[in-house]
Nanobody, 123 residues
Framework: QVQLVESGGGLVQAGGSLRLSCAASGRTISSYAMGWFRQAPGKEREFVAAISWNSGSTYYANSVKGRFTISRDNAKNTVYLQMNSLKPEDTAVYYC????????????????WGRGTQVTVSS
């Protein structure tokens, strides 16, 4: 089992930056692909970004491409999401997820999920 805990969320003004962290425990995530998803109020959860086990490949939703960067530090068992140029529409609960074999946008292919961290962007 892998436990995932997100942190780093908060309230920020439009144009600002935040860095989310996802700390894993229970098992090393060095062989897992990792993803970030988000869910805004009244909306379905959506894909944000993903990274392969060795950081060789990264994937982004069009809405965040060029503004968000996903990275990982396998030695620290942690995944990050650097969010720049934040917009009010980025307001959501952000979730970290781990997959044993898949790095992409399909939520059903992720095996483990964190409980989320709130990001609120004010205009």
């Amino acid at each position: 089992q892998v436990q995932l805990v997100e942190s780093g969320g908060g309230l920020v003004q439009a144009g600002g930056s935040l860095r989310l962290s996802c700390a894993a425990s229970g098992r090393t995530i060095s062989s897992y692909a990792m993803g970030w998803f988000r869910q805004a109020p009244g909306k379905e959860r959506e894909f944000v970004a993903a990274i392969s086990w060795n950081s060789g490949s990264t994937y982004y939703a069009n809405s965040v491409k060029g503004r968000f960067t996903i990275s990982r530090d396998n030695a620290k068992n942690t995944v990050y999401l650097q969010m720049n140029s934040l917009k009010p529409e980025d307001t959501a609960v952000y979730y970290c997820a781990a997959s044993t074999y898949y790095s992409g946008s399909y939520q059903s292919k992720y095996d483990y999920w964190g409980r989320g961290t709130q990001v609120t962007v004010s205009s």
